[in-house]
């Protein structure tokens, strides 16, 4: 089936984006279960960006990546994913000017962590924000409704190709061809796969005391309660990687696993 990319098309959202949008958009639920689901980065970049290159590389990757025009609409009790056709200027600038480095600091990591609204603001977002004679930083801030970490690595590498000019090979994995092929599999493949992941959760490890858990207290499924706001900020080098991950070893913990525990809020992870 050809595929028209200049107009609106209506697709099933997959099940991750279900159950994210339902989560998301539950009355009780709060901006400190939203705002986890936000993926954010911000890159200091001397003297100056290429505003015109960027542009080119952004609207280009749009193209490639039907995801990156995602947005969603609840038709009829259901919700849909509409796909966009790319845009010419998606593009945002902003001029901070000179600051001092507190000011500067605090500025970017405002505009890093705005919130982000799964179903009111675009999903993908690229930012140049002018910061005088520091010189500009590069925002990207994407929702994990529309990409996971592997998806983050993958459009770095684009992005980063697109900018040098240097070639693309193979063709991307369209919204469309996701719900075909991994969410809905054909009927004479739908048993094997099912006995696949029964067999891959048949001795699933118990899952850890810690945080809420330990304390014989119910999860926060959607953030609900009053949670007290925490903030992790560590700089680590490749010897406190090494050692960090000396010590999870010895834990028998997989660095992973404690970094996004610490993360949560179960444990603290301290990198000097």
């Avoid at 003297?47 to 749009?62: C, G, T």
């Avoid at 010419?88 to 000017?97: F, K, R, T, Y």
């Avoid at 890093?112 to 924000?129: E, G, M």
């Amino acid at each position: 089936m050809l595929r028209s990319v200049h107009r609106t098309e209506t697709f099933p959202v997959t099940l991750w984006q279900e159950y994210l949008l339902n989560e998301a958009t539950h009355p009780e639920c709060t901006d400190d279960f939203r705002d986890r689901f936000i993926f954010a980065s911000a890159y200091l970049m001397r003297p100056r960006i290429d505003v015109r290159r960027l542009r080119r590389a952004v609207i280009n990757l749009r193209k490639r990546h039907d995801s990156l025009r995602i947005r969603f609409d609840r038709s009829s009790g259901y919700w849909q994913a509409l796909i966009d056709p790319p845009g010419e200027d998606v593009l945002q600038q902003i001029d901070l000017g000179d600051q001092s480095d507190a000011a500067f600091q605090a500025s970017i990591s405002a505009i890093s962590n705005a919130p982000l609204h799964i179903v009111d603001d675009p999903l993908a977002q690229v930012t140049v924000v002018k910061c005088g004679a520091r010189g500009d930083v590069l925002v990207t801030r994407l929702h994990h409704a529309i990409s996971d970490g592997f998806g983050m690595v993958l459009l770095g590498e684009e992005m980063a190709k697109l900018l040098v000019g240097l070639p693309i090979f193979g063709t991307a994995v369209s919204h469309a061809e996701y719900i075909a092929r991994f969410q809905s599999p054909p009927p004479n493949r739908a048993a094997e796969i099912e006995a696949y992941w029964d067999e891959m959760h048949r001795d699933f490890p118990k899952a850890p005391q810690i945080g809420r858990k330990a304390k014989g207290l119910e999860p926060l499924i959607r953030g609900i309660g009053k949670v007290e706001q925490k903030q992790m900020t560590f700089h680590a080098s490749p010897e406190s990687l090494r050692r960090f991950e000396t010590r999870m070893g010895a834990e028998n913990v997989s660095a992973t696993t404690a970094l996004f525990a610490g993360y949560l809020g179960a444990v603290d992870v301290h990198l000097v």
